[in-house]
Nanobody, 121 residues
Framework: QVQLMESGGGPVQPGGSLKLSCTVS????????MGWHRQAPGKQRTVIAT???????LYSDSVKGRFTISGDNAKKTLYLQMDRLKTEDTAVYYC???????????????WGQGTQVTVSS
């Protein structure tokens, strides 16, 4: 079974930086993507950064230019470098692995436990 373990969350001031890590165990050879998501209280969870099976990166407009997703195959770790943080970035951040669903769409189905990021002055 694939398992994900996150670390790196915490409080940070606006304009500051954090780097989240997600260690991966198990066989992910059949996965279509790995990604980072976030969910603020009372809001839906949204994908913000994706690293697909071809090592291409995609970002939501809200984080593009400020966040960077990367992976280290040797360490089996996914990273999210977050720079120039804003108060609206406050959320629980989750890493996830996706697999192709019945509609040939990459669907995230394996999740980490989530880590809180709080951006405030």
């Amino acid at each position: 079974q694939v398992q994900l373990m996150e670390s790196g969350g915490g409080p940070v001031q606006p304009g500051g930086s954090l780097k989240l890590s997600c260690t991966v165990s198990g066989d992910i050879s059949s996965s279509c993507a790995m990604g980072w998501h976030r969910q603020a209280p009372g809001k839906q969870r949204t994908v913000i950064a994706t690293l697909n099976s071809e090592a291409d990166t995609l970002y939501s407009d809200s984080v593009k230019g400020r966040f960077t997703i990367s992976g280290d195959n040797a360490k089996k770790t996914l990273y999210l470098q977050m720079d120039r943080l804003k108060t609206e970035d406050t959320a629980v951040y989750y890493c996830a692995i996706g697999h192709w669903d019945e509609y040939d769409r990459c669907k995230y189905d394996i999740w980490g436990q989530g880590t809180q990021v709080t951006v405030s002055s």
